[in-house]
């Protein structure tokens, strides 16, 4: 599957911004989808998660409660909601699929990835 993440952008802290990871392939709603982060100088961190079914869900403990992961399988489109954003959420987001289908937290499983869209708080 191809990957093409949007709706990335500059917002005061507090704000919020909704981000999507459209797909193309025939299989996507089959895939588990995640989302990933990573800020200058540092390692690709693994933000949310959801399985195939929508079912499961996971979520880095530093935004639970503020963002909540969906998909619309009519529309093979994975969001990313994120309220209250901090300064620290500032980095290149990333959307990735895997073939395996059930939500993880580990990059390796993870088949394909978009390119990222930047979202930067500010404070």
């Known amino acids: 599957v191809q990957l093409v993440e949007s709706g990335g952008g500059l917002v005061q802290a507090g704000g919020s911004l909704r981000l999507s990871c459209a797909a193309s392939?025939?299989?996507?709603?089959?895939?588990?989808v995640g989302w990933f982060r990573q800020a200058p100088g540092k390692e690709r961190e693994f933000v949310s998660a959801?399985?195939?079914?929508?079912?499961?869900?996971y979520y880095l403990d530093s935004v639970k409660g503020r963002f909540t992961i969906s998909r619309d399988s009519v529309k093979d489109t994975v969001y990313l909601q994120m309220n209250s954003l901090k300064p620290e959420d500032t980095a290149v987001y990333y959307c990735?699929?895997?073939?395996?289908?059930?939500?993880?937290?580990?990059?390796?499983?993870?088949?394909?990835w978009g390119q990222g869209t930047q979202v930067t708080v500010s404070s």
């Open positions: 959801v399985s195939w079914t929508g079912g499961t869900t």
């Open positions: 392939g025939r299989t996507f709603r089959t895939y588990a």
């Open positions: 990735a699929a895997s073939r395996q289908g059930y939500a993880s937290r580990s990059l390796s499983v993870y088949d394909s």
